[in-house]
């Protein structure tokens, strides 16, 4: 697959556009103003506790207070509430030895959150999920550093491999190399990116995440809640991470910073890759001449066309999105069970894309098109999850019900992405409706009588060019001509093409516009 990064730098942030095969499958935004990201470290002052959610809400700096739930808080959160406060009142020039500090035991699975929180102390927390609508943040006390091939896990001696690692023997070669690398206290999740990978490759990036951790470290020391403590790196450079693979062979910005930052990353992560990223300065905006504009338009609406002649409607509820296949025009033979199976296919596919290309989370019903036969809902189930298989938000497909609906639940990491590709019709104002023509021409004449029963001369009427072509339609029995001799004034009729169709105007013989 053939996959291409692009990168829009604007006044306003950075919009980022992946695309495979040239096809638009995911779209993200980063703001310059942007205060919370997923990754972010602050410490965070815990305010309330709640036994009845077994949650706390915790003060990170945000309007809402972030809120913790007690499955969250990470089985070595005693350990992290030791770590927070030894680091911030640590008096030594040297800091505290992290593979010193004695880990305190797990709390249990079932506890209460006054049992671990209670006193409201500081505590470090990461932000696993974006401000969303008028919630704040939701936090986690499970602190990971995610690098390029593996992510350190503090507090504990855990080594673990990704399961997309299938070979057995990879997997423990891995197993081993990372066990005699690692620090102690510090756990270790090995990414499938890791596969293939030798020591020096893996020593070198948990060398990277050993040397962030200090610097968390560093910045806790003294550090007044609430405060960032770290910031997850950019989203471009997160994105390269998470994605950079042998697929990905092109990455294009218009901006000379990130092309610098991007170039260096992928010489230090992947230097056989360093050509794919490219600087585009022809004048042309970026988004247009990788057609991205084009498809944002037309994969953001409550109607996404497909080639066939099918189409999908997208709504979203209060609790769920609600997808609906419908078959438009399309036939490709006489079997209406396989023109289901085939249409069904293809808005599988797209339904896919656009959950990713959206980011919509939750809960989502799909209404394909019904089917009789087993083989072909299995079939279409099959085929559904295989579409979804690059999505990197954890997903669960579910077998079509007896009512012909699949459930689709979807990780929800932040605000989903909605452009807005309607606007309020400025000829009716949304009512859907019109002035007939009729009623135009008697408006427009009740008008004129008016300025010239009040002595204005002289008059041109702007309207739009298909009204001046009803206007003007006949030399001797037009209705210009039957206003000019029935008021004996010269009127002038001129058309605009920016006017919409009922939309007209007077102006004096100063070409001043007369205000009704």
């Known amino acids: 697959m053939n996959k291409e990064l692009i990168i829009n730098s604007t006044a306003h942030g950075v919009e980022i556009a992946l695309l495979e095969d040239k096809k638009l499958v995911e779209l ?30 915790v003060d990170v700096g945000f309007e809402k207070d972030a809120f913790l739930h007690y499955t969250d808080l990470s089985p070595y959160a005693k350990s992290l509430l030791k770590f927070t406060q030894q680091t911030i009142n640590d008096k030594s020039p040297e800091g505290l030895d992290f593979g010193q500090f004695q880990v305190e035991p797990e709390i249990i699975k079932t506890g209460k959150i006054n049992e671990v929180l209670g006193g409201k102390p500081n505590i470090l927390v990461q932000i696993l999920k974006e401000p969303i609508a008028a919630k704040g943040p939701r936090l986690s006390c499970e ?14 001696d855990i080594v673990a491999v990704s ?25 270790v999740i090995v990414r499938t990116a890791a596969e293939g990978k030798n020591t020096a490759e893996l020593h070198e990036d948990l060398s990277e995440l050993t040397d962030m951790w200090k610097t968390i470290q560093t910045n806790l020391h003294g550090a007044v809640a609430p405060t960032k403590i770290l910031s997850e790196q950019t989203k471009t450079t997160s994105i390269l991470r998470d994605l950079l693979n042998e697929d990905f062979n092109r990455i294009v910005t218009n901006d000379k910073g990130i092309y610098a930052d991007a170039k260096s990353y992928i010489q230090r992560v992947a230097p056989e890759k360093a050509e794919i990223v490219a600087f585009h300065q022809n004048g042309a905006p970026i988004f247009d001449t990788f057609g991205i504009t084009k498809q944002v338009k037309a994969s953001f609406g409550k109607t996404v066309n497909l080639n066939s002649g099918a189409y999908l409607i997208i709504e979203h509820t209060e609790a769920l999105h609600v997808i609906d296949v419908n078959s438009g025009y399309k036939s490709v033979s006489n079997n209406q069970e396989q023109n289901a199976l085939e249409t069904n296919l293809e808005a599988a596919e797209e339904i896919a894309r656009q959950l990713r290309l959206r980011d919509i989370g939750g809960i989502i019903v799909v209404d394909f098109i019904d089917m009789k036969l087993p083989d072909n809902k299995k079939k279409l189930v099959e085929y559904m999850e295989e579409f979804m298989r690059p999505d990197r938000a954890k997903h669960a497909v579910l077998p079509i019900s007896k009512f012909g609906l699949m459930q689709i639940t979807r990780q929800r990491m932040k605000p989903e992405m909605n452009i807005n590709t309607q606007e309020v019709c400025p000829t009716c104002n949304g009512t859907g409706k019109i002035a007939s023509t009729l009623i135009l021409e008697d408006e427009i004449e009740k008008n004129l009588n008016y300025l010239i029963t009040h002595k204005h001369r002289n008059l041109t009427l702007n309207v739009h060019p298909i009204v001046y072509a009803y206007l003007t339609k006949g030399w001797l029995w037009s209705r210009a001509a039957k206003w000019k001799r029935k008021f004996r004034q010269n009127i002038i009729l001129t058309a605009d093409n920016n006017y ?17």
């Open 28 to 57: 993200h935004s980063e703001k310059t103003d942007a205060r919370f990201a997923v990754g972010d470290l602050y410490l965070g002052k815990v305010k309330k506790l709640i036994p009845g959610l077994n949650a706390a809400f």
């Open 143 to 156: 602190i990971s550093l995610p690098g390029r091939f593996v992510v350190l896990t503090p507090f504990n």
């Open 163 to 187: 399961r997309k690692i299938h070979s057995s023997e990879e997997r423990k070669r891995l197993q081993r190399i990372v066990e005699s690398i690692k620090p102690k206290n510090f756990g």
């Open 500 to 516: 919409h169709l009922t939309e007209f105007r007077f102006f004096d013989h100063n070409g001043e516009e007369i205000k009704m």
